[in-house]
């Protein structure tokens, strides 16, 4: 069986069932027909025994049973129709006289219940017990003896007897083993052919669907993407095999969309990395090259110019860490390395804290920092250190893009299970090209003209943190400048 398709497994099943029940068929149609044969004999043969009796009166007389008559009589019956037996009963049903030959009674006794129902006018067919057989029942005829007007036995009458039953079941084994091997021989051929046409249609679409997994095993995704592209069953499907292609088909579009995913995540991986790679190779170039100049022309450099390139060595050294600090950070935060420690505490006096940090630097653009809360703020629970993190950095990119004498807003709003933040700045905004993918890799700002000092990474780490902590960050498009909100669980 394993080396067969399943066609062929289902032809087989199907040819076997269909012999099985023609078999079955063939068992039931010959016992109804038996039936239907004793019933039609009880009924035309009805009359026989009330015949038989009235032609001999004399069966038993005032002296008991006529041995000899009841012989004569029984023989001469049983020569004229061999399907016929003859019995004497007693009102008890004990045999008081047969013809049978020796040795072939059986039973001394017949039940007088199914001869009463006979004589009441019970629907054919009756059958009573074989005195010549004690698990046979048979069809019969029957008429009461009287003597004096008083009932004295019975004239029972079997009239499918031992011969009959002899010749019955050889012609029925004849018919029978014709019958089912042109029937089996009929069934199998039918089946097969039937089965194999009919299940080579029914599995189609799994043959079908098999080829195209098949063709899975090779290394491009031509065809789990057009294995993607085939619709979905219905809900209400319910043919088996349609909805294992459909269990394929939305596997193959997770898989579809993941790959896609994961060429899209390393796409953003690879702009990341020449972003990044640009964006320190400017730097440590610059770097490069004024300490260059300090080192080869530092006797006829005048004591402001060496001091000046210091300072610009300085500028660009610290940009490099700054930078090389976040890649770490940001390494750290995607792969699990930090986790949040939560822990209550104010928001409100953690904003204040940060604010404070860059009043210095804000004074000296004229930039004008305005705090916007509540007075009764709820304390949130999250991990204070990431938090600040994510203040700083805002606040940072904030002060970078506002120009002098900008302002720049905190608003602090209480919500349901959170607190809400929003940080706005007067700066030139976002530009619409950059706005899908500013949370992303590669960095949005460091291909804009209007942010060209900063790397990005720092509205990266925020994002991670946030989603650490089960938020997220979006940028608000009604404002003109840059509007960040965000929200902290409480």
Same mark, same amino acid.
């Given at each position: 069986?394993?080396?067969?398709?399943?066609?062929?497994?289902?032809?087989?099943?199907?040819?076997?069932?269909?012999?099985?029940?023609?078999?079955?068929?063939?068992?039931?149609?010959?016992?109804?027909?038996?039936?239907?044969?004793?019933?039609?004999?009880?009924?035309?043969?009805?009359?026989?025994?009330?015949?038989?009796?009235?032609?001999?009166?004399?069966?038993?007389?005032?002296?008991?049973?006529?041995?000899?008559?009841?012989?004569?009589?029984?023989?001469?019956?049983?020569?004229?129709?061999?399907?016929?037996?003859?019995?004497?009963?007693?009102?008890?049903?004990?045999?008081?006289?047969?013809?049978?030959?020796?040795?072939?009674?059986?039973?001394?006794?017949?039940?007088?219940?199914?001869?009463?129902?006979?004589?009441?006018?019970?629907?054919?067919?009756?059958?009573?017990?074989?005195?010549?057989?004690?698990?046979?029942?048979?069809?019969?005829?029957?008429?009461?003896?009287?003597?004096?007007?008083?009932?004295?036995?019975?004239?029972?009458?079997?009239?499918?007897?031992?011969?009959?039953?002899?010749?019955? *079941?050889?012609?029925?084994?004849?018919? #029978?083993?014709?019958?089912?091997?042109? =029937?089996? !021989?009929?069934?199998? $051929? %039918?089946? +097969?052919?039937?089965?194999?046409?009919?299940?080579?249609?029914?599995?189609?679409?799994?043959?079908?669907?098999?080829?195209?997994?098949?063709?899975?095993?090779?290394?491009?995704?031509?065809?789990?993407?057009?294995?993607?592209?085939?619709?979905?069953?219905?809900?209400?499907?319910?043919?088996?095999?349609?909805?294992?292609?459909?269990?394929?088909?939305?596997?193959?579009?997770?898989?579809?969309?993941?790959?896609?995913?994961?060429?899209?995540?390393?796409?953003?991986?690879?702009?990341?990395?020449?972003?990044?790679?640009?964006?320190?190779?400017?730097?440590?170039?610059?770097?490069?090259?004024?300490?260059?100049?300090?080192?080869?022309?530092?006797?006829?450099?005048?004591?402001?110019?060496? *001091?000046?390139?210091?300072?610009?060595? #300085?500028?660009?050294?610290?940009?490099? =860490?700054? !930078?090389?600090?976040? $890649? %770490?950070? +940001?390494?750290?935060?995607?792969?699990?390395?930090?986790?949040?420690?939560?822990?209550?505490?104010?928001?409100?006096?953690?904003?204040?804290?940060?604010?404070?940090?860059?009043?210095?630097?804000?004074?000296?653009?004229?930039?004008?920092?305005?705090?916007?809360?509540?007075?009764?703020?709820?304390?949130?629970?999250?991990?204070?250190?990431?938090?600040?993190?994510?203040?700083?950095?805002?606040?940072?990119?904030?002060?970078?893009?506002?120009?002098?004498?900008?302002?720049?807003?905190?608003?602090?709003?209480?919500?349901?299970?959170?607190?809400?933040?929003?940080?706005?700045?007067?700066?030139?905004?976002?530009?619409?090209?950059?706005?899908?993918?500013?949370?992303?890799?590669?960095?949005?700002?460091?291909?804009?003209?209007?942010?060209?000092?900063?790397?990005?990474?720092?509205?990266?780490?925020?994002?991670?943190?946030?989603? +650490?902590?089960?938020?997220?960050?979006?940028?608000?498009?009604?404002?003109?400048?840059?509007?960040?909100?965000?929200?902290?669980?409480?």
């Amino acid at each position: 069986m394993k080396r067969l398709t399943l066609s062929q497994r289902l032809a087989l099943v199907f040819a076997s069932l269909l012999l099985l029940c023609t078999l079955l068929s063939g068992w039931m149609q010959i016992r109804i027909n038996a039936q239907y044969g004793s019933a039609v004999v009880q009924r035309l043969s009805d009359g026989l025994a009330r015949h038989i009796a009235s032609l001999n009166p004399d069966m038993i007389g005032e002296k008991g049973v006529n041995l000899p008559l009841m012989k004569a009589l029984f023989n001469d019956l049983m020569a004229l129709n061999p399907s016929v037996e003859v019995y004497l009963l007693d009102l008890q049903g004990n045999i008081l006289a047969d013809a049978a030959p020796p040795h072939h009674i059986k039973r001394t006794n017949v039940s007088v219940a199914p001869l009463r129902s006979q004589l009441n006018g019970a629907a054919a067919p009756v059958y009573g017990d074989d005195p010549r057989n004690l698990q046979e029942k048979k069809v019969f005829s029957v008429a009461p003896l009287s003597l004096n007007g008083q009932p004295v036995g019975y004239l029972y009458v079997i009239l499918q007897g031992e011969n009959y039953l002899q010749l019955e *079941q050889e012609a029925q084994l004849d018919i #029978l083993q014709r019958t089912s091997l042109w =029937s089996s !021989l009929l069934v199998v $051929l %039918f089946g +097969l052919t039937a089965g194999v046409v009919a299940f080579s249609l029914i599995t189609r679409p799994m043959r079908q669907l098999t080829q195209r997994v098949r063709k899975l095993n090779r290394e491009d995704m031509t065809e789990i993407k057009q294995l993607a592209e085939l619709p979905l069953p219905q809900q209400q499907e319910k043919d088996e095999v349609a909805v294992l292609q459909g269990a394929f088909v939305g596997m193959a579009r997770r898989v579809a969309f993941q790959w896609e995913k994961l060429a899209y995540q390393d796409q953003l991986r690879r702009d990341f990395v020449a972003n990044i790679s640009h964006d320190l190779r400017t730097p440590l170039t610059t770097l490069h090259g004024y300490l260059e100049t300090l080192l080869y022309k530092a006797d006829s450099l005048k004591a402001d110019e060496s *001091q000046r390139y210091l300072h610009i060595a #300085l500028s660009q050294s610290q940009k490099v =860490s700054m !930078l090389a600090q976040q $890649l %770490f950070e +940001l390494a750290q935060l995607e792969y699990g390395v930090i986790k949040p420690n939560c822990e209550a505490f104010s928001l409100s006096e953690l904003t204040y804290d940060v604010v404070q940090k860059f009043e210095l630097m804000a004074s000296t653009r004229n930039i004008r920092f305005v705090v916007d809360m509540p007075d009764q703020l709820p304390q949130v629970n999250a991990d204070v250190s990431m938090i600040d993190r994510v203040l700083t950095n805002l606040l940072d990119n904030a002060l970078k893009y506002t120009p002098q004498a900008g302002t720049i807003e905190v608003t602090l709003r209480n919500a349901e299970r959170e607190v809400e933040v929003s940080l706005k700045d007067s700066g030139p905004g976002i530009p619409e090209a950059l706005r899908a993918t500013l949370f992303e890799r590669p960095s949005a700002l460091s291909h804009a003209s209007t942010r060209k000092n900063s790397g990005g990474l720092g509205l990266m780490v925020v994002r991670r943190i946030l989603q +650490l902590h089960g938020k997220d960050i979006r940028l608000d498009e009604k404002y003109p400048g840059a509007c960040f909100r965000f929200s902290v669980p409480r």
